[in-house]
């Protein structure tokens, strides 16, 4: 659905995207997860059209954007980092002019926007002026508008940043249910537990390179299973274990606190690139 | 077509939204020129055996006309910067002529609007005038050829305050001196040559020739019709460097 080909882009002497190659299958729901400034937004924007290419070659369900713009355009739905609905509209208002720039029609435009605002939630808000809206319903609405054309693939830049826990996972469980209705998701986010929960593949991205990709679970079992943290002289020391059994007899006769948790993504992540997503 | 329909509606949405402030805003400065120069200087002036007013109110149609369309610039540039609105634009399917073709119509409807108000405050001063097709005709080419540019600047200039420096630098001054308020042929002709270049200039020849019922000059037109396709290729050429 997405393949992405030796991918470059620069902004001056900086780097944002350092050779990227990537494809993502009918359905998946694949993560990009990075410290901000990985490179993660400016992909996602070459891959909605809003920034242009540096060198390298992307399609989208068989449209190169480059070549075949506006095929690539009709494909994707996009839920930018920034909110970007119109304030001064209606939530009925914004989708509609979404789904006029997408060329539907009026019956269809109508029936969808009820379909959608029952979706998301939003059904009795559907006159109300977007800026009487709380961040967790704009962020809704914003999902409802990027499916309001049908996309096939949906782009997700950063979806929960600055929303409250409880939000944020009405929003994943909505993510979720759009990925089970057939979409295809790519999703950034430096958020570990956000790729943890949502992700069936993610991308490790630093200095906008790829570290690594695979499938969560796979990416923390090279680890092990089990992870003590200890803090001692040297700051804090962490070491992973196959097993709890392991890692319990490790604290063993030893001094100091330790705390045995399960390894995440973090881990993976410091592991592999040296820092934490969120340093 | 769906999306220069899209863009276009979208603006009128927000107008309607902003419908008595947007009014109010647009009657202050002309309504402010009439009296003062209806009521306060109206017997100092004279324009040839008919009052200044005769003169003055196709001026201000010129001047509003270019002001309201390319005000347009600000909105987008907001748009733009500051509330994102524009990457659902980038991301849509649409064709920049499509964005360009739907903001400058927007443009111009906004000018329309500001030249009807400007009308209608002139009726209680008991001038008569020819508003016919001739008339609008000119104040289309005008809104045209300014809202062009101002798509065009609010892609290629960013900062918002750049935005206000060019209200200030090219806006303000041309609407002073491109024949709004006095007559070109007052001002020594060096300056007429210089001045001869604005396009405000042949839009106030063409408004105020029509206006008063005389024969308006082709060559008007044509200089309106070559500036404003200058300006509009420019904006279609600077959608896509905003991209980045």
Same mark, same amino acid.
């Given at each position: 659905?997405?393949?992405?080909?030796?991918?470059?882009?620069?902004?001056?002497?900086?780097?944002?995207?350092?050779?990227?190659?990537?494809?993502?299958?009918?359905?998946?729901?694949?993560?990009?997860?990075?410290?901000?400034?990985?490179?993660?937004?400016?992909?996602?924007?070459?891959?909605?059209?809003?920034?242009?290419?540096?060198?390298?070659?992307?399609?989208?369900?068989?449209?190169?954007?480059?070549?075949?713009?506006?095929?690539?355009?009709?494909?994707?739905?996009?839920?930018?980092?920034?909110?970007?609905?119109?304030?001064?509209?209606?939530?009925?208002?914004?989708?509609?002019?979404?789904?006029?720039?997408?060329?539907?029609?009026?019956?269809?435009?109508?029936?969808?926007?009820?379909?959608?605002?029952?979706?998301?939630?939003?059904?009795?808000?559907?006159?109300?002026?977007?800026?009487?809206?709380?961040?967790?319903?704009?962020?809704?609405?914003?999902?409802?508008?990027?499916?309001?054309?049908?996309?096939?693939?949906?782009?997700?830049?950063?979806?929960?940043?600055?929303?409250?826990?409880?939000?944020?996972?009405?929003?994943?469980?909505?993510?979720?249910?759009?990925?089970?209705?057939?979409?295809?998701?790519?999703?950034?986010?430096?958020?570990?537990?956000?790729?943890?929960?949502?992700?069936?593949?993610?991308?490790?991205?630093?200095?906008?390179?790829?570290?690594?990709?695979?499938?969560?679970?796979?990416?923390?079992?090279?680890?092990?299973?089990?992870?003590?943290?200890?803090?001692?002289?040297?700051?804090?020391?962490?070491?992973?274990?196959?097993?709890?059994?392991?890692?319990?007899?490790?604290?063993?006769?030893?001094?100091?606190?330790?705390?045995?948790?399960?390894?995440?993504?973090?881990?993976?992540?410091?592991?592999?690139?040296?820092?934490?997503?969120?340093? | 077509?769906?999306?220069?329909?899209?863009?276009?509606?979208?603006?009128?949405?927000?107008?309607?939204?902003?419908?008595?402030?947007?009014?109010?805003?647009?009657?202050?400065?002309?309504?402010?020129?009439?009296?003062?120069?209806?009521?306060?200087?109206?017997?100092?002036?004279?324009?040839?055996?008919?009052?200044?007013?005769?003169?003055?109110?196709?001026?201000?149609?010129?001047?509003?006309?270019?002001?309201?369309?390319?005000?347009?610039?600000?909105?987008?540039?907001?748009?733009?910067?500051?509330?994102?609105?524009?990457?659902?634009?980038?991301? /849509?399917? +649409?064709?920049? %002529?499509?964005?360009?073709? =739907?903001? !400058? *119509?927007?443009?111009?409807?906004?000018?329309? $609007? &500001? @030249? /009807?108000? +400007?009308?209608? %405050?002139?009726?209680?001063? =008991?001038? !008569? *005038?020819?508003?016919?097709?001739?008339?609008? $005709? &000119? @104040?289309?080419?005008?809104?045209?050829?300014?809202?062009?540019?101002?798509?065009?600047?609010?892609?290629?200039?960013?900062?918002?305050?750049?935005?206000?420096?060019?209200?200030?630098?090219?806006?303000?001054?041309?609407?002073?001196?491109?024949?709004?308020?006095?007559?070109?042929?007052?001002?020594?002709?060096?300056?007429?040559?210089?001045?001869?270049?604005?396009?405000?200039?042949?839009?106030?020849?063409?408004?105020?020739?029509?206006?008063?019922?005389?024969?308006?000059?082709?060559?008007?037109?044509?200089?309106?019709?070559?500036?404003?396709?200058?300006?509009?290729?420019?904006?279609?050429?600077?959608?896509?460097?905003?991209?980045?």
């Amino acid at each position: 659905m997405i393949k992405i080909t030796k991918l470059e882009k620069s902004y001056g002497k900086v780097r944002a995207v350092d050779g990227i190659d990537l494809s993502v299958t009918p359905g998946e729901l694949f993560a990009f997860l990075g410290p901000n400034g990985a490179g993660k937004t400016t992909t996602i924007r070459i891959l909605t059209g809003l920034t242009r290419i540096g060198s390298g070659q992307v399609s989208i369900g068989g449209h190169d954007i480059e070549t075949e713009p506006l095929a690539a355009k009709r494909l994707c739905g996009l839920v930018p980092q920034n909110i970007n609905l119109d304030s001064e509209l209606s939530v009925r208002e914004n989708l509609d002019i979404h789904g006029r720039l997408f060329g539907m029609d009026a019956g269809r435009r109508k029936t969808k926007i009820e379909d959608l605002l029952a979706y998301v939630e939003l059904a009795d808000r559907t006159h109300s002026l977007v800026k009487q809206l709380s961040g967790g319903l704009k962020r809704r609405l914003m999902i409802a508008r990027a499916l309001m054309h049908e996309p096939r693939v949906l782009f997700l830049d950063e979806p929960t940043v600055g929303l409250d826990p409880a939000i944020r996972r009405r929003i994943w469980s909505l993510v979720k249910r759009v990925q089970q209705d057939g979409t295809t998701i790519f999703l950034t986010t430096h958020y570990i537990e956000e790729a943890e929960f949502l992700a069936g593949r993610v991308s490790f991205l630093d200095q906008g390179r790829i570290v690594a990709t695979d499938t969560p679970e796979n990416l923390m079992q090279q680890l092990g299973h089990w992870a003590i943290d200890r803090v001692n002289g040297e700051g804090m020391q962490t070491q992973y274990f196959q097993t709890r059994e392991e890692a319990t007899q490790f604290t063993t006769g030893q001094d100091g606190g330790f705390t045995l948790r399960r390894v995440h993504l973090e881990d993976a992540f410091l592991a592999l690139t040296g820092k934490k997503v969120l340093s | 077509m769906n999306g220069f329909i899209a863009v276009y509606l979208r603006e009128m949405l927000i107008l309607k939204y902003r419908f008595k402030r947007q009014l109010a805003g647009m009657a202050v400065s002309p309504l402010l020129y009439l009296i003062t120069f209806g009521y306060a200087m109206g017997d100092l002036i004279r324009f040839g055996d008919q009052s200044y007013l005769h003169f003055l109110i196709p001026g201000l149609v010129a001047m509003a006309s270019m002001t309201q369309s390319f005000s347009i610039s600000t909105d987008i540039n907001v748009a733009r910067f500051y509330w994102n609105i524009f990457e659902e634009f980038q991301a /849509a399917p +649409i064709s920049n %002529l499509s964005y360009v073709a =739907g903001e !400058v *119509l927007a443009g111009i409807t906004r000018a329309l $609007l &500001a @030249v /009807a108000v +400007i009308l209608l %405050l002139g009726l209680p001063f =008991g001038v !008569v *005038l020819h508003y016919g097709p001739v008339f609008w $005709l &000119a @104040v289309v080419a005008n809104s045209f050829v300014f809202a062009s540019l101002a798509v065009a600047m609010a892609m290629l200039v960013k900062p918002h305050a750049d935005q206000s420096l060019l209200t200030a630098f090219i806006i303000t001054p041309m609407a002073f001196l491109g024949g709004t308020f006095f007559p070109l042929e007052k001002v020594p002709e060096w300056a007429q040559i210089l001045l001869s270049c604005l396009p405000l200039t042949h839009a106030s020849h063409a408004i105020r020739a029509s206006a008063l019922g005389q024969q308006a000059q082709l060559i008007d037109f044509l200089i309106l019709l070559g500036a404003g396709c200058l300006f509009f290729w420019l904006a279609l050429h600077s959608v896509n460097r905003a991209r980045d």
